[in-house]
């Protein structure tokens, strides 16, 4: 059974930084491409960043620049490194894959940007 599990979120002032983890299992991890969602309230669910299974990235114009999506093979862990934080940034943000034509979720991990 396909397991993710976010943690590292909280609350941070503006220009501040976090660096969110999830842990995956069931899946043979280094094979699947891994992204990072957010959905702040009264919005629909976005994508953020994702990382193929050969390590290339990509990003949403917002946080270009800004965050960094990292994968550790190993531990079966995506990273999502996120600097200049800004109060726009709120939100829960979620670690997705798809796996044999279903998508998993993890629970989700609050950030809050917030002075």
């Known amino acids: 059974q396909v397991q993710l599990v976010e943690s590292g979120g909280g609350l941070v002032q503006p220009g501040g930084s976090l660096r969110l983890s999830c842990a995956a299992s069931g899946i043979i991890f280094s094979r699947y491409a891994m992204d990072w969602y957010r959905q702040a309230p009264g919005k629909e669910r976005e994508l953020v960043a994702r990382?193929?299974?050969?390590?290339?990235?990509n990003y949403a114009d917002s946080v270009k620049g800004r965050f960094t999506i990292s994968r550790d093979n190993a531990k079966n862990t995506v990273y999502l490194q996120m600097n200049s934080l800004k109060p726009e940034d709120t939100a829960v943000y979620f670690c997705?894959?798809?796996?044999?034509?279903?998508?998993?979720w993890g629970q989700g991990t609050q950030v809050t940007v917030s002075s």
């Open positions: 997705h894959t798809n796996h044999w034509l279903v998508d998993y």
């Open positions: 990382i193929s299974s050969g390590g290339s990235a």
